[in-house]
């Protein structure tokens, strides 16, 4: 397992983000997904974001990231949401008539944690601590 690093800690932080066009729109093609994902490439090292993995279906986008502990995620979804809404509007002008006024994305998002380890197994181990130094007493 690769970890991530700055001068005073160590990390590996992935998310899970799924976004939706507005209304569930069916608007998203190969071409179309492809240069939304360009543009979330292009904006990401700015908030210390590495793209993993992306797919699409015809309303919604999954993209799996890496991030830093500083990163402000929710900072960095909304000018993803309102760069690509601009630029996708304007290079694929036929979405324009799938949709209502000015909006591309739903507002809302999903953002999950991912991890290696389960809650449960997390729980237990965090549970254990200091079991060995108990037990020498």
């Known amino acids: 397992m690769d ?3 700055n001068a005073h800690s160590v990390f590996l932080l992935h998310y899970h983000l799924v976004l939706v066009v507005k209304y569930r729109r069916q ?3 190969d071409t179309m997904s492809g240069r939304a994902k360009e543009i979330f490439e292009y904006i990401a090292p700015n ?6 993995e992306w797919n699409h279906d015809k309303d919604h986008v999954h993209i799996l990231f890496r991030t830093h502990p500083n990163t402000e995620i929710s900072k960095f979804i909304n000018a993803y949401k309102s760069a690509s809404s601009r630029l ?20 809302s998002f ?19 601590q200091g079991e060995k130094e108990r037990k020498r007493k």
């Open 3 to 5: 970890l991530d690093n």
């Open 27 to 29: 608007v998203f093609d």
């Open 47 to 52: 908030y210390n974001i590495t793209l993993e």
């Open 88 to 107: 996708l509007k304007k290079e694929f002008p036929q979405i324009r008539q799938k949709l209502w006024k000015e909006r591309f994305w739903s507002q």
């Open 110 to 128: 999903c953002l999950l944690t991912t991890g290696g380890a389960p809650i449960e197994v997390l729980k237990k181990y965090i549970e254990s």
